[in-house]
T-cell receptor
């Protein structure tokens, strides 16, 4: 079992729709969770972090965390073609403090 | 201003060359990182410095040698690299070990 799992996609949504990106993790003790966006050929950019169960909203982005189910998601409302990128879920391992990345989900927003 | 600056942005080197990648941050962060990323793969951790001390070395070959001269600077010295070392090398910093990471733009390395 991978430590952080994401569906590699591509996830294709029409412009203006809600994109839902999902991630599961294996370390029940993890407390810190991050979403990074990476455009092709560029470096990862931090877009959201969440530490507590529930929802955290920032503009068009909402991160959702369910520690009991070991599940974290990212919702992008009113998706735009500029949102087309790879989204990396990352989790800090409780015993080492290392940031572990999932494989990333490629999102395509079609005009 | 959340900025991590990496130089050079592109580097081509032969297998016998010695070169260095440089990283600088002025956010007062106390942890700095080197990651390696191959195409269509997630970043892989190489080294972590926390309070200017090497905290983690992920069994990286000795042809990669990190250095942290002070709390704002991080170098990665490269020597006798192999073509398979060609990748995007990412520097990152965080307020503290275990905090959120902010990445630089990366140095794209090609080893001939």
């Amino acid at each position: 079992q991978k430590e952080v799992e994401q569906n590699s996609g591509p996830l294709s949504v029409p412009e203006g729709a809600i994109a839902s990106l999902n991630c599961t993790y294996s370390d029940r003790g993890s407390q810190s969770f991050f979403w990074y966006r990476q455009y092709s050929g560029k470096s990862p950019e931090l877009i959201m972090f969440i530490y507590s169960n529930g929802d955290k909203e920032d503009g068009r982005f909402t991160a959702q965390l369910n520690k009991a189910s070991q599940y974290v998601s990212l919702l992008i409302r009113d998706s735009q073609p500029s949102d087309s990128a790879t989204y990396l879920c990352a989790v800090i391992k409780s015993n080492t403090g290392k940031l572990i990345f999932g494989q990333g989900t490629t999102l395509q927003v079609k005009p | 201003d959340t900025e991590v600056t990496q130089t050079p942005k592109h580097l081509v080197m032969g297998m016998t060359n010695k070169k260095s990648l440089k990283c600088e941050q002025h956010m007062g962060h106390r942890a700095m990182y080197w990651y390696k990323q191959k195409a269509k793969k997630p970043p892989e951790l190489m080294f972590v410095y926390s309070y200017e001390k090497l905290s983690i070395n992920e069994s990286v070959p000795s042809r990669f040698s990190p250095e942290c001269p002070n709390s704002s600077l991080l170098n990665l010295h490269l020597h006798a690299l192999q073509p398979e070392d060609s990748a995007l090398y990412l520097c990152a910093s965080s307020p503290h070990w275990g905090g959120e990471l902010f990445f630089g733009e990366g140095s794209r390395l090609t080893v001939l």
